[in-house]
């Protein structure tokens, strides 16, 4: 189903929205690997509409049921890992926007 969200978000093909936008793969899942597996056709699906996921860093959110109480993220080493990717995309945003001017 994402990728099939992604497929129509990429249209009309070389005039994607998506198109030279920068994307910040985050996967989490209730098993030990997080979702890892699921990365590199995520990458590959965005990379075919020409947004430019980001090669680092590979956030993968393993037992992610462990990870919230009460519905708030509450283990500091998942919201830590989250903020720095957060902060790496956005800094990705801003070279691009100087970039462009």
Known sequence: MLK???????RPGFASPLKGKPALVITA???????VRAQ???????????ARP?????????LIATRFQDGRLVDTTTLEMLQAAIGDLLTEIGQLAAARG
């Open 4 to 10: 099939n969200a992604i497929d129509w978000a990429s």
């Open 29 to 35: 899942s209730p098993g030990a690997l997080g979702g």
């Open 40 to 50: 590199a056709q995520i990458r590959d699906a965005l990379a075919a509409t020409l």
């Open 54 to 62: 980001l090669s680092r860093p590979h956030v993968a959110v393993p």
